[in-house]
């Protein structure tokens, strides 16, 4: 790890967290039933790791340094969308015939995380005087 990696990973997130903002944000129109803003930041989020991460490969036909690909793949998508990052780290376990550690990855992330968010809420709550509400605008619940 160096100093300029670092640099370059937090140039990249505040890029990522900006356009997460703003798709949330142009997304709440159509946001009702469900969170569509990060539901497409997730997708594509997913979408960008994975074609960035492969067309690039060091012995692929379009390498790029180690700098880009951390900008990108840890600073723009990290601070797009985590989601990114399981959804690649599951498609390798998958690629590798892990199917059964795929799903145990998929299950456990999706259950944990929902557990943790409810967790954190009830543990809040409690400090909050009985504050049943997690988000303040309807930007926050999307972002």
């Known amino acids: 790890m160096s100093f300029t990696n670092c640099l370059v990973v937090m140039l990249g997130g505040a890029l990522g967290t900006l356009a997460r903002y703003l798709v949330s944000w142009l997304a709440l129109p159509i946001s009702g039933q469900l969170p569509w803003g990060t539901i497409i930041i997730n997708v594509t989020g997913s979408l960008l ?7 690039t490969l060091a012995q692929g036909r379009y390498p790029v340094s180690e700098a880009v690909r951390l900008f990108v793949m840890i600073g723009i998508c990290g601070g797009y969308t985590t989601f990114s990052s399981f959804s690649l780290q599951t498609l390798d ?3 590798s015939g892990a ?7 998929i299950a456990a992330s999706v259950a944990l995380c929902t557990a943790a968010v409810a967790a954190g809420h009830l543990l809040a709550s409690r400090f909050n005087g009985g504050e049943v509400r997690i988000a ?3 930007l926050e619940e999307d972002a």
């Open 99 to 105: 199917f059964v550690r795929a799903a145990v990855n």
């Open 93 to 95: 376990l998958l690629r």
């Open 136 to 138: 303040q605008v309807a």
């Open 49 to 55: 790791i994975g074609f960035f991460g492969t067309l």
